[in-house]
T-cell receptor
Framework: DGGITQSPKYLFRKEGQNVTLSCEQNLNHDAMYWYRQDPGQGLRLIYYSQIVNDFQKGDIAEGYSVSREKKESFPLTVTSAQKNPTAFYLC?????????????FGPGTRLTVL | QKEVEQNSGPLSVPEGAIASLNCTYSDRGSQSFFWYRQYSGKSPELIMFIYSNGDKEDGRFTAQLNKASQYVSLLIRDSQPSDSATYLCAVSGGYNKLIFGAGTRLAVHP
């Protein structure tokens, strides 16, 4: 089955702890994205990557970090510098970053700070 | 600041009726427009995209785009209870960076 997987589905973080969210795709897509969704709000872009070993900050990158060592994988680390990390995190991919290419989403990770 | 605006709803329609969802955007240079459906607790699912002015039909769904007026709409014909969800409008802001509206909640009642 082709698609995007995210793990874990639920994640609990203690104050001051870094956590890493996994995102894997087997669609052979070049571009990958991380979004955050808060209740009653639209998705906000955290980071995106056009190609392996390259990524750019989105609108709300502070307190987050990413890597893109493989085409299939784009993990997101939520650091202790992110003051309000409780949210629904969504990973997406598209064929490329050329305008018009549809983005497809993984099932999401729900992060809660204890 | 590029913005995408949607009425939060809920939009309540009876089963079998036409549901009309609207979206306006601020960036005149936007080229690509997407509608996603999101069930409660789930991730968004792409249901329609449109790039040119006019209508685009896919089954019970019709997307309408008017670039001069900067709005895009989604019509759902013969609405079913299973269509009850939040519908997100997204607009391409360059390099395929999508800007999302907050979504409109649709409730289809039997």
């Amino acid at each position: 089955d082709g698609g995007i997987t995210q793990s874990p589905k639920y994640l609990f973080r203690k104050e001051g702890q870094n956590v890493t969210l996994s995102c894997e795709q087997n669609l052979n897509h070049d571009a990958m994205y991380w979004y955050r969704q808060d209740p009653g709000q639209g998705l906000r872009l955290i980071y995106y990557s056009q190609i392996v070993n390259d990524f750019q900050k989105g609108d709300i990158a502070e307190g987050y970090s990413v890597s893109r060592e493989k085409k299939e994988s784009f993990p997101l680390t939520v650091t202790s510098a992110q003051k309000n990390p409780t949210a629904f995190y969504l990973c997406a991919s598209s064929i490329s970053v050329a305008g018009g290419n549809e983005q497809f989403f993984g099932p999401g990770t729900r992060l809660t700070v204890l | 600041q590029k913005e995408v605006e949607q009425n939060s709803g809920p939009l309540s329609v009876p089963e079998g009726a036409i549901a009309s969802l609207n979206c306006t955007y601020s960036d005149r240079g936007s080229q690509s427009f997407f509608w996603y459906r999101q069930y409660s607790g789930k991730s968004p699912e792409l249901i329609m995209f449109i790039y040119s002015n006019g209508d685009k039909e896919d089954g019970r769904f019709t997307a309408q785009l008017n670039k001069a007026s900067q709005y895009v709409s989604l019509l759902i014909r013969d609405s079913q209870p299973s269509d009850s969800a939040t519908y997100l409008c997204a607009v391409s802001g360059g390099y395929n960076k999508l800007i999302f509206g907050a979504g409109t909640r649709l409730a289809v009642h039997p």
